[in-house]
């Protein structure tokens, strides 16, 4: 049943694209850029999401639900918070992969807090411009990289995920504003501070619980099989 409703889904999502109109120019150019459309995404690269997504599938579908209640020709900021080791990166990333094929261009920034000291910004910048256009560049300052975001990206759809992000300075040179991104555009944030989000102006968001009830009894036997498993092996020697 589970792959009947994704079916179901993708087949949906199929019926609402819209095809390529070709109207002027040199038709040469026009296939190159559907040529390269496609190749993107053919050779996207899907994150691991989880070893047990138990509970997975309904909260991407409300996270989504959020994504879809604006027009698609605004930018969406789309903040997801919550307590640590509640699964909320595990979340961004089966986000990423489900939604991925709808933008131009991708781009999941891994560990921001970890990654984000003051030394650190620029080089998320660069990973930022390299992983969305392709632009290897040095930043000699995060000053530098602000422009050059903006002006390579205000008018491409792309996904940016943002996770573990734990300071305002982190957004404001990543994704300082909606006019820095093409229409259509979605940045997701994951973060464990609510007021962070608030302050960034992120009307959207989502709050990461932990599993109850049958979830929390599944995640439960998934565990217990895997330690089986390893005693029956560890047995053997």
């Known amino acids: 049943m589970e792959r009947l409703h994704q079916w179901k889904m993708a087949l949906n999502q199929a019926a609402n694209l819209s095809g390529y109109h070709f109207s002027s ?22 994150l691991h999401v989880a070893d047990y997504p138990v509970g997975l599938h309904s909260r991407v579908q ?7 209640k604006d027009s698609n020709d605004e930018v969406h900021m789309v903040g997801i918070y919550g307590a640590g080791g509640l699964g ?13 094929d709808q933008f131009e261009d991708i781009c999941f920034i891994h560990n921001v807090r970890e990654n984000s000291t003051q030394n650190n910004l620029k080089h998320l910048q660069e990973e930022l411009l390299l992983k969305t256009v392709g632009l290897d ?24 995920i943002l996770d573990d992000v734990d300071k305002l300075k982190q957004l404001q040179v990543l994704a300082g504003g909606f006019d820095w991104f ?50 029956q092996i560890m047995k053997q020697f």
């Not at 120019?25 to 190749?39: A, H, Q």
């Not at 909320?88 to 991925?100: C, D, E, H, P």
């Open 88 to 100: 909320k990166s595990t979340l961004a990333r089966a986000i990423y992969n489900f939604v991925g």
């Open 182 to 231: 093409g229409a259509g555009s979605t940045v997701i944030i994951t973060t464990r501070d609510k007021h962070l989000l608030n302050s960034h102006e992120i009307k959207d968001m989502y709050a990461v619980e932990g599993l109850y009830g049958t979830e929390a009894l599944e995640l439960l036997r998934w565990m217990a099989l895997k330690i089986t498993k390893f005693l």
């Open 137 to 160: 560049i040095k930043l000699g300052d995060v000053s530098e990289g602000i422009p050059i975001i903006k002006e390579r990206l205000h008018r491409k759809k792309i996904l940016l």
């Open 62 to 68: 409300q996270v989504k639900s959020l994504l879809d």
């Open 25 to 46: 120019g040199y038709e040469y150019k026009f296939i190159e850029e559907i040529v390269k459309y496609i190749s993107n995404k053919i050779n996207r690269v899907s």
